[in-house]
């Protein structure tokens, strides 16, 4: 089992540029959300979602979408990309015991 | 909100006990956990401990948890340079997603030789 998985790890955009940052999973967990992480400020959730077509907003959703068509896929979209974005996006998903299963991040620099 | 609070740094020598602190408000808190991550990877769960426990040791790691203060440590004895890396402290309540975690700031860990 793959569990978490995040493509790109690597990403470089251009403000006003956007994308999407993908986040797959194999262990049939209802629950997944996107966290970003910044020096100093530790792990700020941004979406998250209960299961399949449910989605809710975190501490920090402004400038960016979710979706949720599948439990195994759960996509982050910067439509228009800022500096202020620069950061390390991390997936994970829930058990339901209070362990999160983390991916390995996607580390994102706008200019 | 609720707030759960780690100082940012911790600097001991490989070989001695390391005290990792973490502090927080949510007094509904079930559960308290303590998460790892190294460089360049994501979080993974060290160890967890029940709000209604006050101890919890496995292997070379000991959770202490005082309710009344709010209080959760964790103790690595016989500090390694493998365990270099970010401690989170994240407790189960109120706040958080639908998972009802919060995190917070993380610790470094820095092994002097």
């Known amino acids: 089992n793959a569990g978490v998985t995040q493509t790109p790890k690597f990403q470089v955009l251009k403000t006003g540029q956007s994308m999407t940052l993908q986040c797959a999973q194999d262990?049939?967990?209802?629950?997944m959300s996107w966290y970003r992480q910044d020096p100093g400020m530790g792990l700020r959730l941004i979406h998250y979602?209960?299961?399949?077509?449910?989605?809710d907003q975190g501490e920090v959703p402004n400038g960016y979408n979710v979706s949720r068509s599948t439990t195994e896929d759960f996509p982050l979209r910067l439509l228009s990309a800022a500096p202020s974005q620069t950061s390390v996006y991390f997936c994970?998903?829930?058990?339901?015991?209070?362990?999160?299963?983390f991916g390995s991040g996607t580390q994102l620099s706008v200019l | 909100g609720e707030d759960v609070e780690q100082s940012l740094f911790l600097s001991v020598r490989e070989g001695d006990s390391s005290v990792i602190n973490c502090t927080y408000t949510?007094?509904?808190?079930?559960?308290l956990y303590w998460y790892k991550q190294e460089p360049g990877a994501g979080l993974q769960l060290l160890t967890y401990?029940?709000?209604?426990?006050d101890m919890k040791q496995d292997q070379r790691l000991t959770v202490l948890l005082n309710k009344k203060d709010k209080h959760l440590s964790l103790r690595i004895a016989d500090t390694q340079t493998g365990d270099s890396a970010i401690y989170f402290c994240?407790?189960?309540?109120?706040?958080?997603?639908?998972?009802?975690?919060?995190f917070g700031k993380g610790t470094h860990l820095i092994i002097q030789p």
């Open positions: 994240a407790e189960r309540g109120s706040g958080g997603g639908a998972d009802g975690l919060t």
């Open positions: 994970a998903t829930y058990r339901g015991s209070g362990e999160l299963f």
């Open positions: 979602s209960v299961g399949a077509g449910i989605t």
């Open positions: 262990m049939n967990h209802e629950y």
């Open positions: 401990i029940f709000s209604n426990m």
């Open positions: 949510d007094s509904s808190s079930t559960y």
